[in-house]
């Protein structure tokens, strides 16, 4: 058997791929319909997520899929005492626009999905310099699952305002996991064009020639 003898993609492909990209979106709460999703669909993002790379080929996430309402109220209930503490740290003429921002869909979208970094233990192969890269390797796979949702018009809303011990509390995870992402998932009654806060100018997009150094900065 020739190992080397994976898929090539086309050009066509590709430009699905990008446009793919191109419009992935952060969903909130009021974009969430009231519709659950399809297991075989939650199945193929999941199986998105397992197939992400990560460092050492460690693997080193875990899923825990929420559906239940009360689980759901008290991680809402985290957030709201959190987003409370937040408003302040923005400046006066921000804070209005903060607060009109809706910021998450936990209650609303049907499924939850909490993304925890699971230690290894034991020396992994590409992580003895550079400890984050496990966290960077689960990041990858929350980048798989928002892509896989886009592509099957499934809303995906990352709500990081949240204690995660708090959020580890409730729903009763290992000492040694650490949250990385909460994500909210549903079908949603449209994408925006470009990315809301773009749209409400609350920050302009980071153009190729302010980010991209070469050899050196």
Known sequence: ????????????????????????????????????????????????ALHAPSVGFSQPWEFVLIEDNQVKQQIKDSFAAENEKAISLFDTDKQPEYIRLKLEGILEAPVNIAVFYKPAGKPVLGQTSMEE??????????QNIWLMARALNIGVGWVS?????????????????????????????????????????????????????????
């Open 1 to 48: 058997m020739d190992i080397l003898n994976g898929k090539l993609f086309t050009a066509a492909e590709a430009t699905v791929l990008e446009d793919v990209i191109v419009n992935r979106r952060d969903v909130r709460g009021n974009r969430f319909l009231d519709k659950p999703i399809e297991p075989e669909t939650l199945n193929k993002i999941l199986d998105a």
């Open 133 to 142: 890269v496990g966290l960077y390797s689960v990041v990858c796979a929350v």
């Open 161 to 217: 305002i949240l204690d995660p011990e708090q959020v580890k509390n409730i729903l009763k995870a290992p000492a040694e996991n650490k949250l990385v992402a909460y994500l909210c998932l549903g079908h949603t009654d449209g994408f925006y064009t470009s990315p809301e806060l773009e749209l409400l100018q609350w920050e302009k997009r980071k153009m190729k020639d302010t980010a991209v150094f070469y050899n050196t900065y």
